[in-house]
C-alpha cells in the first residue's frame, strides 16, 4: 500500500480521531487516486533505472526502519539492483524487508513511476513466501522496461495462470517506518501493521465501520489479495506517531 496522495493523508490525518474515523478514512482512501490524478505531478513512463536505486547500506537501513529493530535486525533483507530485488542479508527469524517502489502502486496512481517513492516494509514468514512474489514480479516486468499498461496486462495473465499465490494464513506486515516517502512531498502514511488475505469483504473483518480501528484497501487491483490496516501508536523507533 503505497504512494498516497499528499491532500488525502493531511485529510486522513485530521480525521482519524483517536481511532473512531475509520469510516471517514476508509472513503479518503478510495479516493486518494482519483484526487491525486487532479494536480500531482504526472509520471508518464519510467525513469532512468539510476533514479530509483539506492546506496546498498542505505536501502538496508531504510528497509529494517519498516520493524521494530528485535524484529527487522533478524530479518532477509533485500535491496534492489538493475536485475531486481536481490538478498543483501540472510535472516533468521522468516521476516523478509525490503524498500517497495513506486511501481508498487495502484496502476490508476499518477506516481507510479514516481522515482522518489521510498516505501519500507517487512513481512512476516507467511507473507515472504506468498505476498512477496507480487512485488519481485511487478518489479521483474518495470526493470525488462514494459508499459504500465502492458505491466498491467501481465500481471492479470499471471494471476489468471495461477502464478501469483493467495495470501499464506496469517500473513501480515509492518510498515512502521518514519522515514518512507510516499510521493515527492510526503513522508509516510500513519504507522501501521497490515493483513493480507484472500479476496474479501471488509465487513468481514468489521472494517471500515464508525469507531473500528480495521481500515480496508479495496483497491481494483489485479492480484488476489485484501489488505487491512490498522495504525499503530509508535513508529519502529518507538517514538510516538501522531494520528
Known sequence: M????????AVAGRRWDRW??????????????????????AYERMAPLA???????????LA???APASISDAATVLTLDSHGYQTAVHGTNGFSC?????WGAPFQSPDFWNPKVRVPICYNLAASESILVY???RTKFALAGDSKDKILDEVRAAVARNEFP??????????MSKEGRLADTDGPWHSHVMFHVPKVAGASWGANLPGSP???????????QTIFMVPVSRWSDGTAAAH
Open 64 to 66: 529494517r526502519s519498516a
Open 2 to 9: 503505497i504512494s498516497m496522495h499528499r491532500t488525502a493523508v
Open 20 to 41: 473512531g474515523g475509520a469510516c471517514t478514512l476508509a472513503v479518503v482512501l478510495s479516493a486518494v487516486w482519483r484526487l491525486a490524478a487532479a494536480d500531482a505531478t
Open 135 to 137: 512485488a519481485l514480479r
Open 51 to 61: 533514479q530509483y536505486l539506492m546506496p546498498r547500506n542505505s536501502e538496508i537501513a
Open 166 to 175: 493467495l495470501p499464506k494464513p496469517g500473513a501480515m506486515a509492518y510498515m
Open 98 to 102: 525490503f524498500v517497495e517502489r513506486s
Open 214 to 224: 480495521v481500515v480496508a484497501d479495496d483497491r481494483d487491483e489485479p492480484e488476489p
